[in-house]
């Protein structure tokens, strides 16, 4: 899956992001580029601005300065036509799913499409939200629950089954084993990993997770400094001379992780 | 190259189906009618001139193979879309649930039964929480250290000092409108003296502290459920037990005690408000003057009213306050039951003190009090 730059297009490009909260710098001067078709892992110590980087690329927070550019739309311009895309084109599973408490499932996954495809059929919009609960490996009577109904692990499926209703080209995930016992983050792994495949999803990844990062991720950025420290495939990242990154890709549990992706 | 139809039968064989263009979710609804047709036989789909395809269109398909019970082996795909009609094929292999037959009867008579019983269980949980809150209330009046001084000051601020304009504002207002009713009556048979006693008797008796609980009700009771609520639905009620505290001697008391104190206090400022009501009225429109009024009212109007409209308050109080803690616990996690709670328990605290009103009235003349 690895691929020279040159060959693939763009589908995030950040140049010069400055974020400030008041006079805490969490990122200065950042560059980062994804391109299309790669799950790419975004990890960084508690506070390093993995969250803040998604929510000023979602344009959920306005950077004090810089340039992100997310599927060919300048996300800071401001243009609705260009949220709008961005909004269609996106799909986003929060840390928790961010289910709507007082719908069920089924009434979830079919937000998108009431609010994006108000002309769809109800009985093919009914189709296709039974189809993305499947899709996400729900059973189909799940649809009919409440999000308080559900435990950790189906709530971020059905958080899924939400950010994948309008096929988007880009995902983003948000620590999406964070939470889940390690059976269960395994078998979300490889949902992911399958659905990506199938569906052609660039996967904008973050996560604490080194399993996952072994598992399944393309290219691993690092965040640190308010920065990327270091961008690559995972031999190239594990090798960059940071206290940091030593101790993240060296220490105990990294270690565990690579012998498991060994043996498999 | 001419752009092709999205459907059509191949000129060459007829028993082949020629898909092309677009096959994505914003074209769904128009390529679903386009394949709504009883297609006769039909061996094999050619779909290698579809441009896009998501999963939309790949539902689309695994339909239409389904219908013309064909395997997705039977469909020739471009290469990047063979993986996607695998996963939804794979997804979509069982059949949809069925929902149960409904019938109108049942589900009213289900309805009434759920409602009853729920009424009831209600009751049942009202008692109990009464009960729990009286024995820690013994077990905290055994040792006065446990109770929590600062939080029940706190309380009594936010729903005694806090409430004071409005109350006062609104008796003076209801006070006026009784004066003025009460004398386009008494005027004709020329007794608009005793305005005085209708004033002074209807708000030391009822008015003053049914006012006054209709709007600690309304402000406190909600503040309380919306309070305790958000506590519950972010697990801190939890933390609470787990640290070995008692979330009823920690919550529920200082609320209690200080609604006990303060709804006494604001009914005696809602009943002068009223009076002052009736005295600007009178002296404005009546031509009796504050002098004669007060006179009039230190002759007729006999302390015991005062005690009947005041005994009446610190009960209201409790009520209100057990009702709109008791509602905040039984909220459940999602943003809709925070809502639903703190109506249901407005609805409840003004409702039952409006009965416990009426039944204290019936009580009170039975005694002749």
């Known amino acids: ?264 | 190259m001419n752009p092709q139809p999205p459907v059509q039968v191949d000129p060459s064989s007829s028993s082949r189906l020629l898909l092309a263009g677009r096959w994505t979710l914003a074209e769904a609804a128009s390529r679903q009618a386009a394949l709504a047709h009883e297609w006769h036989g039909i061996a094999e789909i050619d779909a290698r001139q579809i441009d896009h395809l998501d999963s939309a269109g790949a539902l689309l398909l695994v339909q239409l193979l389904g219908r013309l019970q064909l395997q997705p082996a039977q469909v020739a795909l471009g290469p990047n879309h063979q993986a996607l009609l695998a996963a939804i094929a794979g997804a979509s292999q069982h059949d949809g649930i069925v929902p149960g037959p409904h019938s109108g009867l049942r589900d009213v008579l289900a309805r009434i039964g759920e409602t009853t019983f729920g009424l009831w269980l209600q009751t049942r949980m009202f008692l109990g929480f009464i009960g729990l809150s009286l024995s820690t209330l013994l077990r905290t009046a055994i040792h006065p250290r446990r109770l929590r001084i600062t939080a029940m000051v706190h309380h009594i601020e936010a729903t005694g000092l806090d409430a004071v304009p409005l109350i006062a504002v609104l008796c003076f207002l209801i006070g006026a409108v009784v004066a003025f009713l009460g004398s386009t009556v008494l005027a004709t048979y020329g007794a608009t003296i005793f305005v005085v006693e209708l004033v002074g008797f209807s708000f030391l008796r009822e008015f003053g502290v049914l006012l006054t609980a209709i709007v600690v009700a309304g402000r406190t009771a909600s503040a309380f459920t919306a309070q305790i609520g958000a506590m519950k639905s972010r697990e801190e009620i939890d933390a609470i037990r787990t640290l070995g505290l008692d979330p009823i001697e920690l919550l529920v008391l200082p609320r209690l005690l200080a609604l006990v104190i303060a709804t006494p206090l604001l009914t005696f400022i809602a009943m002068i408000a009223g009076i002052a009501g009736g005295l600007s009225v009178a002296a404005i429109s009546l031509d009796i003057t504050p002098e004669a009024f007060l006179t009039r009212f230190h002759e007729t109007v006999a302390l015991r009213h005062l005690l009947v409209g005041l005994v009446k308050a610190p009960l209201f109080a409790a009520v209100i306050a057990l009702i709109g803690c008791l509602e905040g616990f039984k909220v459940a996690g999602t943003a809709q039951s925070v809502g639903e709670r703190t109506t249901s328990s407005v609805v409840q605290s003004i409702s039952s003190v409006i009965v416990l009103d009426a039944l204290a009235a019936v009580f009170f003349m039975e005694m002749d009090w």
């Open chain 1, 1 to 264: 899956m690895s691929a020279t730059a040159s060959e693939l297009d763009t589908v995030i490009r950040i140049r010069g992001l400055d974020n400030r909260f008041g006079t805490q710098v969490v990122h200065r001067d950042l560059d980062l580029d994804m391109y299309r078709g790669e799950i790419l892992g975004v990890v960084g110590g508690s506070g390093s601005g993995k969250s803040v980087l998604m929510r000023s690329i979602l344009g959920l927070r306005r950077p004090q300065g810089g340039s992100i550019e997310a599927l060919g739309h300048n996300v800071l311009a401001g243009s609705e036509a260009g949220h709008r895309v961005i909004e269609r084109r996106t799909g986003v599973l929060f840390q928790d799913g961010a289910l709507f408490s007082s719908l069920n499932v089924a009434e979830n996954v079919a937000v998108p499409f009431k609010e994006h495809h108000h002309d769809l059929p109800s009985a093919l919009r009914n189709d296709l939200v039974e189809l993305k609960v499947r899709l996400v490996g729900l059973p189909i009577d799940t649809c009919m629950k409440l999000p308080s109904q559900l435990s950790g692990g189906m709530r971020k499926r059905a958080g899924l089954a939400r950010a994948l209703a309008l096929d988007p080209e880009l995902l983003f995930l948000d620590e999406p084993t964070a939470g889940l016992d390690p059976i269960g983050a395994a078998a979300f792994d490889q949902l992911l990993r399958t659905l990506q495949q199938a569906m052609g999803l660039s996967v904008f990844l973050i996560t604490h997770d080194l399993d996952t990062l072994y598992a399944i991720c393309d290219r691993v950025a690092v965040l640190a400094e308010g920065k990327v420290l270091a961008i690559g495939t995972l031999e190239q990242v594990q090798d960059y001379d940071h206290p940091w990154v030593r101790e993240y890709f060296h220490g105990p549990r990294a270690r565990a992780a690579q012998t498991a992706k060994r043996e498999r």
